[in-house]
């Protein structure tokens, strides 16, 4: 009997896990039982700050990932379904490690909510961001309403959310919902090379910062400021071996 393909295929590689959607016939279109595997891996990265300090997240084939599969969503209201979903992308940004969205081609609806659970979105210049909910009468339950106007502000969120207008890469990038833009040509390439300039920087620096600025969000800056520093988790273990190296 043939093994199925896996949904979700994790590959791992010096510090880095890549989380590759892995339905590319269907752009990758989100399903349950793709989410059941994601979370799996979520999970065990979690659990691995020691060997893991990088995640890329990224869709097989030509794009990130066309949205939820409108399958899923015809068999009607799934509250159990669409919680884990939407607990599942709180993981991903949960995450104590560093996380990368990167983006080619379509990157709709359910998968933007899932990209913007990354700390860094990279697109290809041929990548298309769309928040098409109200076309569908659907409301969002991933994160939409909260992240996106978190990263490119309320009132630009609103219109993309109005009108389901698509935004391409370079557009993503000068509105904020894209960190980087480059050509496709260059897209995989960029990405390894961010990914790796991360992974050389402390990994303990980048957990601490990471859980710092998560919490600044839900403070007055005030108690940010404290929080900062009296929370703050000091140096990291490869402290003195760093500084060593850069005096020589």
């Known amino acids: 009997m043939t093994r199925p393909e896996p949904l979700v295929v994790r ?21 349950f039982a793709m989410f059941e595997e994601l979370a799996a891996h979520v999970e065990d990265v979690q659990k691995s700050t020691e060997t893991i300090g990088c995640v890329i997240i990224r869709g097989a ?44 081609g ?4 359910g998968a933007l909510e899932l990209a913007l659970a990354a700390d860094v979105i ?47 890469g370079r557009e993503a990038e000068r509105i904020g919902l894209a960190n980087l833009c480059v050509s496709d040509d260059e897209f995989d390439s960029a990405v390894a090379r961010f990914a790796d300039t991360v992974l050389a920087n402390s990994w303990h620096t980048h957990v601490a910062n990471k859980r710092l600025v998560r919490m600044a ?12 520093a009296y929370r703050s ?15 020589r």
């Open 11 to 31: 590959t791992d590689r010096d510090g880095l896990a890549i989380l590759e959607l892995n339905r590319p016939r269907q752009l990758n279109a989100l399903t």
């Open 217 to 228: 969000d839900e403070v007055p800056l005030w108690a940010g400021l404290a929080h900062e």
């Open 233 to 247: 988790p000091g140096v990291g273990p490869d402290f003195a071996e760093r500084i060593t190296a850069w005096k």
């Open 122 to 168: 990279i697109a290809a210049e041929g990548a298309t961001f769309a928040d098409t909910h109200a076309q569908f009468a659907l409301s969002p339950v991933w994160g939409m309403t909260q992240r996106l106007p978190r990263r490119i502000g309320a009132s630009r969120a609103l219109q993309l959310m109005f009108t389901g207008a698509p935004v391409a």
């Open 106 to 109: 379509h990157c709709y609806t």
């Open 61 to 104: 084939g030509r794009s990130f990932s066309a949205g939820h599969d409108l399958g899923d969503i015809s068999e009607g209201p799934q509250t159990d379904r669409m919680q884990y979903e939407g607990r599942t992308v709180e993981q991903l940004a949960s995450l104590p490690q560093p996380v990368i969205a990167a983006v080619r």
